[in-house]
């Protein structure tokens, strides 16, 4: 994925003097009040705009806030009191617009906040006379929003094309360099570990992931699924029976291929899914009826270490347990252990999914991996194998 940068326009002296409009994501979540709670996306937003600055700009800032009804804006729906905190952040003095489609008038080295690009008509539907609107008011066209760039709309996909000039913000260039570094030009051996609740919530990633690795660890009650396929009994442990077929496809394609897909040897079992539940460590067939798999055991734990340590490249999608239990959280625990000590010695490790973030960060090892992807979404329909519009644009873009 080769994309023009901010900072490569920066440093050719390419933004002195322009209108530079930076599509971010401020969608950040607030209390009752509308006070921002947690300003992580905002502190990350800093970084384009100072560049911008610093190479002798007029900054425009654009974001969504919430799912507003197009046209309808409300108080509620502003983002009016996310700039300010923006702005607190930013170190700079800013300045809101209402209603900007119809110019803004600024000057080199000035910073305006514009308001939730969500309140304009067309804008989820990527109309085009939207985007050309967009287009002038600004002579570059900068997105730093990798959390909508699986969407295409009018600020994320539509102004990329309409736009003079068009490139990534420093954090969206940072996903796409950790992207390509862990699929389209990864260091083989590539390990995935693709973990969670329900296969089907992840089955078009294990299709996609499946003939591009070597290891495929499924875990949690995915992995349940895979357990019924080779006839193992899993008591009352989640599972999707009527996706068997699917995981027997996947089994086949790594069996083919002569990769791996260990399946669990050893498992972590109670009668219920809570912190009073008494658990039980127990061989693979040694499960009741009235049981069901929580975790996976020591043994297996330490085959995947084995994996992952063999591994070039890791993949993160998922944990292999209820890891929010005590109870349950030791083979999630050994992953992330793994996943950072291949990292120390020379792997790279992308890590995404709401869930698996949380859980390395519990493990502590969330400065101890590569790359923690900042879009849930967005990173799910990478790995899905599916084109994210907005980056698909930019690569478009490239050579003009
Ligand atoms: P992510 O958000 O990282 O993509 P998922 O949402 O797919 O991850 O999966 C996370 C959830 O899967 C966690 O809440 C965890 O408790 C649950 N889970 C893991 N293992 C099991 C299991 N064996 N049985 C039931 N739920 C499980
Ligand atoms: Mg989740």
Request: glycine share 12%.
């Amino acid at each position: 994925m080769k994309v023009k940068t901010l900072e490569e326009l920066a440093k050719q002296g390419a933004l002195n003097g322009k209108r530079v409009f930076i599509r971010a994501d401020m969608n950040v979540p607030r209390d009752a009040e509308g006070n921002v709670t947690n300003d992580f996306r905002l502190r990350e937003s800093v970084p384009a705009v100072k560049i911008a600055l610093d190479g002798g700009a007029a900054v425009m800032v654009c974001s969504h806030l919430g799912r507003p009804k197009e046209g309808e804006l409300t108080g509620e729906d502003s983002l009016r009191k996310v700039a300010e905190t923006f702005g607190k952040l930013l170190g700079h003095e800013i300045r809101f617009e209402e209603k900007w489609l119809d110019g803004v008038d600024i000057k080199p080295g000035e910073v305006v906040v514009l308001e939730n690009c969500r309140g304009n008509v067309g804008e989820k539907k990527n109309d085009p006379e939207l985007a050309k609107k967009m287009a002038k008011l600004c002579d570059v066209y900068v997105n730093d929003a990798f959390g909508t760039a699986h969407r295409a709309q009018a600020t994320t996909e539509g102004l990329a094309h309409a736009a003079k000039v068009a490139c990534a913000g420093p954090l969206l260039a940072k996903e796409i360099e950790a992207l390509t570094a862990s699929l389209s030009e990864a260091k083989h051996p590539l390990c995935a570990i693709v973990g969670g609740s329900k296969v089907s919530t992840k089955l078009t990633i294990l299709k996609n992931l499946a003939p591009k690795v070597e290891t495929l660890i499924v875990g949690g009650g995915i992995a349940n699924t895979f357990l019924l396929a080779v006839g193992k009994k899993i008591g009352k442990s989640v599972a999707e029976p009527d996706l068997i077929d699917e995981c027997k496809k996947v089994m086949d394609i790594m069996r083919e291929k002569g990769g791996n897909l260990p399946l669990p040897v050893d498992v972590v079992v109670a009668h219920h899914i809570g912190y009073d539940a008494g658990f039980r460590i127990c061989d693979i067939d040694d499960i009741d009826g009235d049981e069901m798999i929580l975790d996976i055991g020591p043994k297996t734990s330490l085959i995947l270490d084995g994996y992952i340590r063999a591994a070039k490249t890791i993949i993160w999608n998922g944990p292999v347990g209820v890891f929010e239990l005590d109870n349950f959280k030791e083979g999630t625990r050994a992953i992330a252990n793994a996943v950072a000590e291949a990292t120390g010695n020379g792997a790279f490790s992308i890590v995404g999914g709401g869930d698996t973030i949380a859980a390395a960060k519990v493990f502590g090892v969330d400065d101890k991996v590569s790359y923690i992807s900042t879009g849930g979404g967005a990173f799910l329909e990478f790995m899905e194998g599916k084109v994210l519009p907005a980056i698909a644009a930019l690569e478009a873009r490239y050579e003009k």
